[in-house]
Each structure stands twice: as structure tokens, then as C-alpha cells.
């Protein structure tokens, strides 16, 4: 049975900070997703990862992946109010067939 | 702007009522599925459908049914609501043989009195 655990689960941090995110995944999978959760919203899709040492960045958050590791990074550099959200990383444990199993999520909060 | 679209932001209902969710989704997608999310758990798949009248059972489907009729609609059917199902109910589509991840809809909060 695959599982995805991230760490830490909730994050406080002051503006103008780095920090990262991180999600470890227990069976052999070369496909991770990012998505963010704003409060009462939906996900929305932030990074998708699909190969060993896949790096994608957007803005002041930046993902990657280790697969050998079973390992993904979601790093936040100067950190802004308006990256406070949740995030979610996610697996797909079914090849060819997307089926996505999700971490706990990260609540992150950004002190002025 | 494709969409998936759940019909309900909020639902109150009482225990032993059947419960019905709706998505449906304009994309054109053959993959659909529904998770739970509930604090600390993050989200788990209740049932998922990779074609019309398909469904295959998620990590969680005990209590859960689900109907694919046309490929636009998958419905969510809570066959005699219990308390312990009051949650958060997101629908999710894929295309077929797409590794882009998953469109999300906006969600229904369910609370079982």
C-alpha cells in the first residue's frame, strides 16, 4: 500500500523567510503532483513532476523530485502573506492510469 | 474555462437519509473520481470510474456508491448517511492516458445531523 507523508503539517513563518516542504512516498512512482488549498476552496494544481531530478519552479515556490530518495521538496523562498495556504502533495501509484494518492497537506501560515 | 462542477457547496442532512452528490464535468474527461477530505487525513479515494458505466472501489468505499451513466456525470450516493460521513467531498477528472494531474471541482461540505 503506497503512502504519502508530509512534514511538517503545519508551518508559521514571517515574512521575507525560506522554508521547505517535504513529501516522502513509500513505493517506486516517478509521477508527484503539487496542488494548493486556499481555506473553504478547491485544489489547484501548482507542479507536476514526472521524472528523476525534475525541477519546476513558479514564482517563489519551487518543487522537486528524487525519486531514488522517494522524495519531493516544495521550497519557498522570501516567503509572501499571500503564499499562505495548504499544500498538498500527491502520488500516482497506478501506472498509466492516474490514480493519485495525497499527503496530509502542510498548513501554511505567513506572518507579516 | 473547463470545469468540474459539484452541485452543492453545502448539504445538511439527517442520519439514514440517502444522500446524493453530483459532478459533472465539460471536458470531455474519462477518468472521475471522489475523495473525502478531512483534517490531518488529507484526501482519500472513495470510488473512481475510467469509462462510462466502470466503477472501480478507491481505499474507503465502505458505506459509498457511486453511478456513471454518461461520461460528463459521476454521481456519489451516501446510501444511509451516518454521522461519521459528515466531511468535505471533492470530485476530481483526468483524461485518459494524461499524467497532468487532476481538475478539481470546487467541493461539497456534507454534515450529517
Known amino acids: 500500500e503506497l503512502k504519502v507523508e508530509q512534514n511538517p503539517l503545519f508551518l508559521s513563518m514571517q515574512e521575507g523567510k525560506n522554508y521547505t516542504i517535504y513529501c516522502n512516498y513509500s513505493?517506486?512512482?516517478?509521477?508527484l503532483y503539487w496542488y494548493r488549498q486556499d481555506p473553504g476552496k478547491s485544489l489547484e494544481s501548482l507542479f507536476v513532476?514526472?521524472?528523476?531530478?525534475a525541477v519546476k519552479q513558479e514564482g517563489r515556490l519551487m518543487a522537486s523530485l528524487d525519486t531514488k530518495a522517494r522524495l519531493s521538496t516544495l521550497h519557498i523562498t522570501a516567503a509572501v502573506h499571500d503564499l499562505s495556504a495548504t499544500y498538498f502533495c500527491a502520488v500516482d501509484y497506478h501506472q498509466g492510469a492516474q490514480k493519485l494518492v495525497f499527503g496530509q497537506g502542510t498548513r501554511l501560515t505567513i506572518n507579516p | 474555462d473547463v470545469k468540474v462542477t459539484q452541485s452543492s457547496r453545502y448539504l445538511v442532512k439527517r442520519t439514514g437519509e440517502k444522500v446524493f452528490l453530483e459532478c459533472v464535468q465539460d471536458?470531455?474527461?474519462?477518468?472521475m473520481f471522489w475523495y473525502r477530505q478531512d483534517p490531518g487525513l488529507g484526501l482519500r479515494l472513495i470510488y473512481f470510474s475510467y469509462d462510462v458505466k466502470m466503477k472501480e472501489k478507491g481505499d474507503i468505499p465502505e458505506g459509498y456508491s457511486v453511478s456513471r451513466e454518461k461520461k460528463e456525470r459521476f454521481s456519489l450516493i451516501l446510501e444511509s448517511a451516518s454521522t461519521n460521513q459528515t466531511s468535505m467531498y471533492l470530485c476530481?477528472?483526468?483524461?485518459?492516458?494524461?499524467?497532468?494531474?487532476?481538475?478539481f471541482g470546487s467541493g461539497t461540505r456534507l454534515t450529517v445531523v
Open positions: 471536458m470531455d474527461h474519462e477518468n
Open positions: 513532476l514526472l521524472s528523476n531530478g
Open positions: 476530481a477528472s483526468s483524461p485518459r492516458g494524461s499524467f497532468h494531474g487532476y481538475t
Open positions: 513505493t517506486t512512482s516517478d509521477r
